[in-house]
Structure formats: structure tokens, C-alpha cells
């Protein structure tokens, strides 16, 4: 029987074992794996019968002794598993020591003792690179050595303005310890560009095995959080791809402090650390840096067409937003910057406003005038600006269809944009169209009265726009008047008159069905409620019915915002 695998440090005595405590021993058989049996059943592992040597040599795996008289002997291996929180060094200069005894199973006074004595207690260490492995020529560039808190890898981006973008970062975990091992990975964001959240969540960092070709070109499976099942071995390593996912543009707040989503032009620098499973004291660290390029992109939307008569005038509402990731300084440098395609041939003449309390409505007086050369405003990320552009016709009829353009500049005047606007003469049939909410709070069984002073119908009828209101909401109506009117010395005998039931609506005749008055009549149809589509009204009967000069015709019908 052979006695040694049990260690506890505070024995005391020559045969003291003095590896660290909760280390655990081993006696295996030859081959370094099998454990040795019990063949009386004692609880003390043994050799079994070791034979005699015949004719000067042992059978297997028995080897011959090298003194004499010729012995044949068994030969063990004795294991030590230390525990992974133990602490590095020699003991004192003394080193690590333990026993192994040997007993005859027939005489226990027949014994032999032999010291095994381990020097030194290394540190596992392991060491976290960039695209070379220790053993490939990594130097301090690439990570060598403990974390210097200088950037290693720089890898520069430029966002999409609806799309997420990504980039990989090329990690070799080298095992420079002397045993094999599994190491834990993890990130953490080390620095942002000044002024926005410290943890960009819009952000994500994912651990990938690469996919082959040892370049991260592609990917194996899903997201890990380790280097694997399988120990990286002693002076091994492992490749990892760090994918960083960066949002769109599109994403981002356009607040001054960018928000948790962050995407303004800087540098992201990325904290990158692995730490062996069960010794948490083994670990590296290095620094990597996502550089995000200025993104220019800046939109004027939607292009307009209108008509009107002559000596009248068209108001079109324009939206200028930033969908890049960067501050815009906007400006309009030159008389160009809005134009009339009809000028000098025709006296059209157009004015642009900023939406100055940003209520959607053009009030002459309160919105700011825009002056080639002056006006200029800075225009954050996803933020937008209402710009008005009010086209006056010129008195006498004849003009072809007036295309007015407004352009504007930015990133620093090297980019320009532009929205057109088409403006059409009619020959002197001017329209106008009113709204109001039912009386009675939201009312849909109301049909508001209107009369006319001079075209202009009584209130609360308006052309300006509904302010949002209790009375806004799913479930509430809204009521439409369009006046028309002869503006002509002369008759006008063909009208056609169509009007579309708003998005998000249905009609509703509990607040007044469709009614026209003057020479035209309702077509098509059934205009019942729920109805959906184009309500149209012509001239009744066609052709043969006219609108004199300063005549009057009128349709008014009512819709229901549809339920949620």
C-alpha cells in the first residue's frame, strides 16, 4: 500500500505535507492516468504483487531496478492539483513538500519513504493581443505585456443614417501560463466623446469564434461570453472577434447632451478584458478605439404644387432636417437662394419664413423673414427647422406654371439643398378651404351653419390650421368648407371641384352630410358614413350652368377621426 494523498499543511514533522491547503493528491499507475487499485479492500491504494526479475529483465510494466541484487519495480505518478486561489512563491525558500510512503501488505514494519519536493509555485498568467498571438510576434503595439492604458487598435466608421454599422476587432487570448485554461471575456466603455451619456446603450459589444481563415472575415455561431469548453493550452491562444455595432444616425437624440444613442462624430474607446475561470487574479486587459466620422446629410422636404388665381398667393410649408450626426450651421449666402422659374417674363414673387414658434402656421409679423446673406441657424442631430415659403402671383393672367426654388447650405457652405414649388394660374377661380370642430365639444351630431360675408364665411370656419386638443382625438370630427369663387370678368361654365377624406378618417353624416350650393352638384358617391376616397362636384349641368363673375359656390361635408 502507498500512503501520500492526503495533504494538510498544518501537520507537523518530517514528513509534513506543505503544499497549499485544499490541494489535492493523486497516486496513479504507470501511465499517469489510472488510478491505482485496492486489492484487499482497505482503503489504501496499491501495487499489487511486483514479481522477481527472470533472466535479469521485469515483465511490463514492471522496470528492472538499477542496483544489486536485481529487483523489478512499480513504477507511480503522484499528482498535486493546487487550487487556483493559491498563492505564487517558494514557501519561504523551502518549497512545497510531500511525502510518499510505502508499506509491505504482509509487514507493516517494512516500509520505505520518499521526499517529493515542487520549488516554486508560478502565477498562471495570460496575456490579451491584437491581431498577433504572443508566439506570432505580438509586440507592445499589438498588446504585449500588461495593460499601458494606451489605445492599441483603431478601427474609423462612418454611421448610416437609418442603418446600424458594424466593426471588428481582431482578439488573441495567449495562455502564458503553464497550465491549460479557460479564460472569461467582457468590455467595458473606458472613454466617450465629452458631453454625452458615459454608456452609450444604443451600442452593443459581442464576443464571436472566428469563422475561419483566422481574420474574423466571417463568424462561427452566436455570442460567447468565454474562449470555450476546450482549455486554451500552455502557450497556446485563441482567436476572438470583439463586433462592435454602432446605430444609425436616424437613432440618435438630437438633444445638446446627444442622448443615450449617441453617434456624434469622436472617438469610443473600448476596454477589453479576459480573466481565467476559477483565478480571478489571472488577467489582461487593452484598450481598442472606434473613431466615428462626420456624417453630412441634411434634407429639405417635400417638394409643393399649389394653384392659384391671378393677383393671388400660396403658402407651402417645407421641413428641413439634420439626419447626419453632426451640428449644422445653415445658411442661405446669396439672392439664389430662392428663385422663380416665371421671373423677369412674369411678376412672381416669392418670401421665405422660419417657423419662428414652431406652431406649423405662417404668421407674417411673428415668423422670421429669411435674408440672403443674414439669416443662419445651427441645426442639431435630428432636429428639424419649418420653413415657409409664401408665392405671390403676378396680377394679370397668362403665366405658365411658376416653379420656385429654395435652397439652402451647410457643412460649412460646401453642400447645398433645394425643394421646388409649382404654382399653377388658374383662369380666375379662386379656392379657399375652411375647417372648424362641430360645436358641442367634439360634436358629431352638429352641423355647423355658414354664411358668407363677401366669400368669407362666418366663424369659427378658418383657413388656419387646428391646434391639437381634447377635441383632436380618435373619436372626434372635424368639418370642411370649400368656397369658390369667380374672380373673372367672365363666366366660367366647366367646374370640377374634388376634395380627398383626410388619412385617418372616415366621412361622418351625423355632422352634416355632403351639401354643395351654387351651379355644381355632388358626383359619384354614395357619401354615406364610413365612406372613404375623393368627393367630387361638378358644374350642374355641365357646361350649360355657369359661375358668373363674383359668383359663389360652396361644398361642406364632415369626417370623423378614425378610433384607435
Known amino acids: ?13 518530517v514528513n509534513a505535507c506543505t503544499f497549499p491547503a485544499n490541494t489535492t493528491i493523486s497516486i496513479l499507475s504507470a501511465n499517469g492516468m489510472t488510478s491505482l487499485l485496492d486489492s484487499n479492500g482497505n482503503g ?10 527472470s533472466a535479469g529483465t521485469c515483465p511490463a510494466p514492471y522496470i528492472i531496478s538499477t542496483s544489486v541484487p536485481l529487483r523489478c519495480g512499480y513504477p507511480v505518478v503522484i499528482t498535486a492539483s493546487i487550487p487556483g486561489g493559491a498563492t505564487p512563491g517558494n514557501n519561504g525558500g523551502a518549497g512545497y513538500r510531500l511525502v510518499v510512503q510505502g508499506t509491505s501488505f504482509f509487514n507493516n514494519t517494512v516500509l520505505d519513504t520518499v521526499p517529493n519536493v515542487l520549488t516554486t509555485i508560478a502565477a498562471n ?71 454625452i451619456n458615459p454608456t452609450p446603450t444604443g451600442w452593443s459589444v459581442t464576443f464571436r469564434d472566428d469563422g475561419g481563415g483566422g481574420a474574423c472575415a466571417t463568424t462561427a455561431g452566436g455570442a460567447v461570453t468565454s474562449t470555450g469548453p476546450i482549455p486554451i493550452p500552455s502557450m497556446g491562444s485563441k482567436l476572438i472577434c470583439a463586433e462592435v455595432v454602432v446605430p444609425a444616425t436616424s437613432t440618435a437624440s438630437a438633444a445638446p447632451n446627444a442622448g443615450p444613442t449617441a453617434v ?88 421665405a419664413y422660419l417657423d419662428a414658434n414652431s406652431n406649423g402656421t405662417l404668421e407674417v409679423g411673428i415668423d422670421t423673414v429669411i435674408t440672403a446673406g443674414v ?26 406654371p411658376n416653379v420656385t426654388t429654395l435652397t439652402a447650405t451647410y457643412n460649412a457652405g460646401g453642400s447645398t439643398v433645394s425643394a421646388t414649388d409649382t404654382t399653377t394660374l ?26 358668407l360675408t363677401l366669400g368669407v364665411p362666418n366663424a369659427p370656419w378658418s383657413n388656419l390650421a387646428i391646434a391639437a386638443s381634447a377635441n383632436t382625438i380618435p373619436g372626434r370630427c372635424i368639418a370642411y368648407l370649400i368656397v369658390g369663387t369667380n374672380t373673372a370678368a367672365a363666366n366660367i361654365t366647366s367646374i370640377s ?16 352630410a355632403p351639401t354643395v350650393t351654387g351651379p355644381i352638384a355632388l358626383s359619384g358617391g354614395p357619401y354615406a358614413t364610413g365612406f372613404t376616397g375623393t368627393i367630387t362636384a361638378l358644374s350642374s349641368p355641365l357646361a350649360t350652368t355657369p359661375l358668373p363673375p363674383t359668383g359663389i359656390f360652396t361644398v361642406q361635408f364632415c369626417v370623423k377621426i378614425n378610433d384607435v
Not at 1 to 13: D, E, H, M, V
Not at 44 to 53: A, K
Request: hydrophobic content about 40%; charged content about 10%; some cysteine.
Open 1 to 13: 500500500p502507498l500512503n501520500g494523498s492526503g495533504c494538510a499543511p498544518a501537520n507537523i514533522g
Open 44 to 53: 489504501t491504494p496499491d501495487t499489487g504483487t511486483i514479481p522477481q526479475p
Open 125 to 195: 498568467t495570460v496575456d490579451l493581443t491584437n491581431n498577433l498571438s504572443v508566439a506570432g510576434g505580438a509586440t507592445i503595439a499589438n498588446g504585449l505585456g500588461p495593460d499601458d492604458l494606451a489605445v492599441k487598435t483603431t478601427n474609423i466608421v462612418t454611421p448610416s443614417t437609418a442603418a446600424i454599422s458594424s466593426t471588428t476587432f481582431r482578439l488573441v487570448v495567449n495562455n502564458t501560463g503553464a497550465t491549460a485554461a479557460i479564460f472569461n471575456l467582457s468590455s467595458s466603455w473606458i472613454s466617450v466623446p465629452a458631453g
Open 264 to 351: 456624434i462624430p469622436g472617438n469610443y474607446v473600448i476596454g477589453f478584458n479576459v480573466v481565467q475561470q476559477g483565478a480571478p487574479a489571472v488577467t489582461d486587459s487593452k484598450r481598442d478605439q472606434v473613431t466615428i466620422l462626420p456624417l453630412r446629410n441634411v434634407a429639405l422636404t417635400p417638394n409643393g404644387a399649389q394653384s392659384t388665381v391671378p393677383g393671388g398667393s400660396v403658402t407651402y410649408n417645407h421641413s428641413l432636417t439634420n439626419n447626419g450626426n453632426a451640428t449644422e450651421a445653415i445658411t442661405f449666402p446669396t439672392a439664389a437662394f430662392l428663385t422663380n422659374s416665371q421671373v423677369p417674363a412674369n411678376a412672381w414673387t416669392a418670401t
Open 375 to 400: 439669416t443662419t441657424f445651427n441645426l442639431a442631430p435630428n432636429a428639424n427647422q419649418v420653413i415657409f415659403v409664401r408665392v405671390n402671383a403676378p396680377a394679370m393672367a397668362g403665366s405658365p
Open 426 to 451: 388658374n383662369d380666375g377661380l379662386r379656392l379657399e378651404k375652411y375647417q372648424q370642430l362641430p360645436a358641442g365639444t367634439g360634436s358629431c351630431v352638429i352641423t355647423p351653419a355658414t354664411t
Open 497 to 512: 371641384v374634388t376634395d380627398v377624406v383626410p388619412a385617418n378618417t372616415k366621412l361622418e353624416t351625423g355632422c352634416g
